[in-house]
């Protein structure tokens, strides 16, 4: 009897010390949610419960530490106030502007308020307008598609972050127009504290078909983005996108033409990636350069003289929604206000394509439109 009791005891303390493990160790992996069970355990221990949980994460190697707390810090940074803020206009193009002599109204009496750089990439340009003269800086050959796009971008948005007053950063084609005056651009960018980069998902080939898992572990497939390249940058997101080496170096490598039998376009998924990723209420999630892809061709419309009239910048300047669509079968289309400062405003501020022969007649309704 004694004997048999002293064998009992341990046996049913380390089934009952069991018991609790299990329970606990359910408990630990599928923490109770629903309000009933939070009553049972009391709301503190559901607390804890949770606390308790290790963060989902993987561990970050030292390179992403190293990243992430550079891009947190910078975030967290507020901008140096200037007197004299200032627009850094940048041209991405392969020679002459053939919409300099429209620019050139377009800044006419704003000397002082902004800056002009070109990115030349083929031949050196020829000059209009005494506000483009000496704004090339050192180019580089651009290869459509590749990451040599995307560099010259940084090398524009390095030489424009020289000047310290400049506060917003616009990436401009030699295709692009302007669709209202400088006023309205200089006060719909200085006074927001957004990027405009568009982003949206798209689950289609055009997408997310273009992701490879060779950007694993840093990038992941449900944060990768599509968006049109004609970005504007905030002054604190153009010097993240100057600081960035890790993330950059992944789409170099991983996101170009031909890469696993697809061909991938960096300048269309790395930024819209990379900001969605790290700062996704800081963009505006649409592009403030209108484009018309309604053909559905390879290359979105070109706009020609029989085209251009009042009544086309009426319209392109009226849209208040920006429109997405997904290139899968289904072609999903999501439309959003566009939303400046929290009120439903005009989207746009510059269009592309608008071909050459479209100048005179432009630099004609300039003053018209501008004046609406
Ligand atoms: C942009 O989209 C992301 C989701 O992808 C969202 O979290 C963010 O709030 C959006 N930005 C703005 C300014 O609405
Ligand atoms: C402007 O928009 C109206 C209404 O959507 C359309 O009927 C018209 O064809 C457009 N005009 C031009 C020149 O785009």
């Known amino acids: ?201 798209d689950p289609g080939p055009h997408g997310n078909g273009r992701y490879s898992d060779h950007m694993l572990p840093e990038v992941e497939k449900k944060h990768f983005r599509k968006g049109a390249q004609w970005f504007t940058l905030k002054r604190q997101h153009a010097i993240i996108v100057i600081a960035d080496s890790l993330y950059y170096t992944k789409f170099k490598d991983y996101c170009r033409p031909g890469m696993d039998g697809r061909n991938c376009y960096a300048y269309e998924h790395y930024l819209p990636t990379f900001f969605h990723m790290f700062d996704p209420s800081g963009i505006a999630n649409w592009s403030v350069t209108h484009v018309d892809w309604s053909e559905r061709k390879w290359h979105p419309k070109s706009y020609g003289l029989k085209d251009v009239s009042l009544q086309l910048i009426k319209n392109l300047t009226s849209i208040t929604e920006s429109v997405h669509e997904t290139s899968n079968e289904k072609r999903v289309t999501t439309i959003t206000p566009c939303m400046w400062n929290g009120m439903n405003r005009p989207c746009y501020l510059f269009a592309r394509k608008f071909l050459p022969e479209t100048l005179n007649t432009m630099i004609n309704l300039y003053s018209s439109y501008t004046t609406i």
């Open 1 to 201: 009897m004694h004997r048999r009791s002293h064998l009992k005891k341990p046996t049913w303390i380390i089934i009952l010390v069991s018991l609790v493990c299990v329970f606990l160790v359910v408990v630990y992996i599928y923490p109770p949610r629903d309000s009933t069970a939070c009553y049972i355990f009391s709301s503190s221990s559901c607390q804890t419960f949770s606390r308790w949980r290790p963060p989902p994460e993987r561990e970050l190697s030292d390179e992403e530490i190293a990243a992430r707390v550079v891009i947190k810090n910078l975030l967290n940074t507020p901008s140096i106030e200037t007197k004299n803020p200032k627009i850094a206009f940048m041209f991405l193009s392969p020679g002459s502007l053939a919409f300099e002599r429209l620019w050139d109204k377009f800044f006419q009496g704003h000397e002082g308020k902004f800056s002009i750089h070109i990115h030349a990439s083929k031949v050196k340009p020829v000059h209009y307008s005494h506000y483009f003269q000496n704004c090339e800086i050192h180019s580089d050959k651009v290869d459509w598609g590749k990451i040599s796009m995307v560099d010259a971008e940084k090398r524009l948005l390095a030489n424009a972050l020289k000047d310290p007053d400049n506060q917003h950063f616009v990436l401009l084609s030699d295709s692009c127009v302007p669709l209202r005056s400088f006023e309205y651009v200089y006060s719909y960018l200085i006074y927001t504290d957004v990027s405009f980069i568009d982003s949206f998902e």
